[in-house]
């Protein structure tokens, strides 16, 4: 069964550092988010992308953070400067542009 | 804006019994409604959906009704395992159309004792 795959399964960086999360949507899959979830709180909404461009951002995706499909099958988060507060579960989601979104299995970042 | 409202956890059950959790939503228009599942150490995982009033989703013995009159989407099953213990997330979408964030509650506990 096709699904949303994530590297790395956890990062530990130190504040201030530069991350990129990957993931690999499912490959017909036209429609691509992140989410977040801070330990023990609720899933987040990030960030929306289609068609090569952001199509929605929360107003926490400020200008610490980008995204990208480089290659036409990774699609990327990038956090320029790690805060504290950025550790967290990071969710990558696809979908064909139905309801339903495939979530990958997370990765969790934590900045020290 | 769109809200989802969630019984608060955790939630500790017997083995067999019966689970209810509550889900409320605020939307304008026609939401789609989810409930999602994370197992321990895993990622979210669609449970079931349903996508109109009176659609019930169904899936692995868990059932839930979408009811535009109270606005809720409560997941029940009649007997619980212990390999039901996870955390359970009601979530939506504005409509059906896709290409749509999705809105989640803060997430139940649910925890099946032998």
């Known amino acids: 069964e096709p699904e949303v795959t994530q590297t790395p399964s956890h990062q530990v960086t130190q504040m201030g550092q530069e991350v990129i999360l990957r993931c690999v949507p499912i490959s017909n899959h036209l429609y691509f988010y992140w989410y977040r979830q801070i330990l023990g709180q609720k899933v987040e909404f990030l960030v929306s992308?289609?068609?090569?461009?952001?199509?929605?951002k929360s107003e926490i995706f400020d200008d610490q953070f980008s995204v990208e499909r480089p290659d036409g099958s990774n699609f990327t988060l990038k956090i320029r400067s790690t805060k504290l507060e950025d550790s967290a579960m990071y969710f990558c989601a696809s979908t064909t542009g139905g309801p339903e979104a495939f979530f990958g299995q997370g990765t969790r970042l934590t900045v020290v | 804006g769109n809200s989802v409202t969630q019984m608060e956890g955790p939630v500790t059950l017997s083995e067999e019994a019966f689970l209810t959790i509550n889900c409320t939503y605020t939307?304008?228009?026609?939401?789609?409604l989810f409930w999602y599942v994370q197992y321990p150490g895993e990622g979210l995982q669609l449970l079931l959906k349903?996508?109109?009033?009176?659609d019930k989703g169904s899936n692995k013995g868990f059932e839930a009704t979408y009811r535009k009159e109270t606005t809720s989407f409560h997941l029940e099953k009649g007997s619980v395992q212990v390999s039901d213990s996870a955390v359970y997330f009601c979530?939506?979408?504005?409509?059906?159309?896709?290409?749509?964030?999705?809105?989640f509650g803060t997430g139940t506990r649910l925890t099946i004792i032998p």
């Open positions: 992308f289609y068609n090569n461009e952001i199509s929605e």
């Open positions: 979530a939506l979408t504005p409509t059906n159309f896709g290409n749509e964030k999705l809105t």
């Open positions: 349903a996508t109109k009033a009176d």
């Open positions: 939307a304008t228009g026609y939401p789609s």
